[in-house]
């Protein structure tokens, strides 16, 4: 049988995602991360990115910029919904000695993908952002939603799999949205290696 | 010695067409490793040899967040202080940015509107590797205060 006409089964797989398009995934819980904003993870998170604006770790510089305190990046707000690797009293996520083993569970992930194929292959293809105002030290972020807004299967030079767009809203503990975001992930069982990403 | 960043830019000094200064960011295992400690993507696409290859790419590579980081480094660098980032589109990830390799973060500013006692920039951005566009293009707004006032 040509592989054009294996095509549509492998497809067909993801066509109970593609019709749940437009349907919110969560159950609308505020999903908070590991850390609340400080200085101590601000100035962590721009050493790699050498920005030395002193809004970001300076209180009495952002006060005279207009801020209440010290200042987290905008791209930092959606670092801050991330949720712990592990809590005190749960099982350990290094399973193995292993060289390349991985954690037993991650926050980064597309475990919790409901429908459609099992993958092993995930990334991000593309982020867009709406911030309504910028975090400061001592709030706290976590994460709303989980709208599926497009799911179009597709073979790319990664492997096969399918393009998805989700959307979801950042919000603090005192309940403010402050980001909106839409993100693009491919999920994907790998076929060969190329230096293309899809 | 004033950091580029901590200069702050009025609306009046924005010429639409300009380009922004760019910004390079050199990618060794190093720095990867720096980043996932400072934003917390520890994925081992992002700092395993092996593992990445072994999901299809050629080499381990950088991650959304600190691709999206490199972005608001040149726009910082731009607005100063008192600017503020309103939204950040079409960040769209076309290659790998490899170990190995150095990305320039270039922009443009694409359109300038007042709005009050602030103006509204819209800035185009890219990353490039090697003269190939692997972010973007995308756009930032971004606001700036209209004479050098705080926000």
Redesign the interface.
């Known amino acids: 049988m040509s592989e054009d006409l294996k095509a549509p089964d492998w497809k067909a797989e993801w066509q109970p995602l593609a019709e749940a398009v437009g349907r919110d995934f969560s159950d609308r819980t505020v999903v908070f991360g590991a850390d609340a904003v400080e200085p101590g993870t601000i100035r962590r998170y721009l050493e790699p990115l050498e920005i030395g604006c002193p809004i970001h770790y300076d209180a009495e510089a952002a006060r005279a910029a207009g801020y209440p305190d010290i200042v987290a990046p905008y791209t930092a707000t959606m670092v801050y919904s991330v949720a712990p690797m592990w809590r005190p009293g749960e099982p350990t996520v290094y399973e193995s000695a292993g060289r390349d083993a991985q954690l037993a569970r991650s926050p980064i992930n597309n475990d919790d993908m409901p429908l459609g194929p099992k993958t092993t292959g995930f990334f991000a293809t593309d982020i867009s952002m709406e911030f309504l105002r910028p975090v400061t030290v001592g709030e706290r972020v976590g994460r709303r939603g989980q709208r599926l807004l497009s799911c179009t299967p597709k073979q790319t030079s990664m492997g096969r799999g399918a393009f998805m767009t989700w959307e979801s809203e950042l919000v603090t503990d005192r309940g403010e949205v402050v980001a909106r975001v839409r993100t693009g992930t491919y999920a994907y069982n790998p076929v060969q290696s190329e230096e293309e990403q899809p | 010695m004033t950091?580029?960043?901590?200069r702050q830019r009025s609306f009046s000094d924005v010429v639409v067409g300009e380009d922004l200064p760019s910004v390079e960011?050199p990618l060794t295992v190093y720095?990867l490793v720096?980043?996932a400690?400072?934003?917390?993507?520890?994925?081992?696409?992002h700092h395993?040899t092996?593992?990445a290859?072994?999901?299809?790419?050629?080499e381990m590579y950088a991650s959304?967040?600190?691709l999206?980081?490199?972005?608001?480094?040149l726009v910082?660098?731009y607005i100063?202080?008192?600017g503020?980032?309103?939204?950040?589109?079409?960040?769209?990830?076309?290659?790998?940015n490899?170990v190995g390799s150095t990305v320039q973060v270039r922009g443009r500013v694409r359109d300038a509107r007042l709005d009050g006692d602030r103006g509204i920039v819209t800035l185009e951005v890219e990353s490039v590797v090697d003269g190939q566009v692997?972010v973007g293009p995308?756009t930032v707004e971004v606001t700036l205060p209209a004479a050098g006032a705080?926000?």
């Open positions: 950091h580029l960043a901590s960011f720095r720096v980043a400690g400072g934003n917390r993507d520890f994925n081992s696409i395993n092996a593992y290859q072994a999901t299809g790419a050629p959304t967040f600190f999206m980081g490199m972005w608001e480094r910082r660098d100063g202080p008192a503020t980032i309103q939204s950040i589109r079409d960040f769209r990830m076309r290659k790998f490899l692997t995308g705080a926000r």
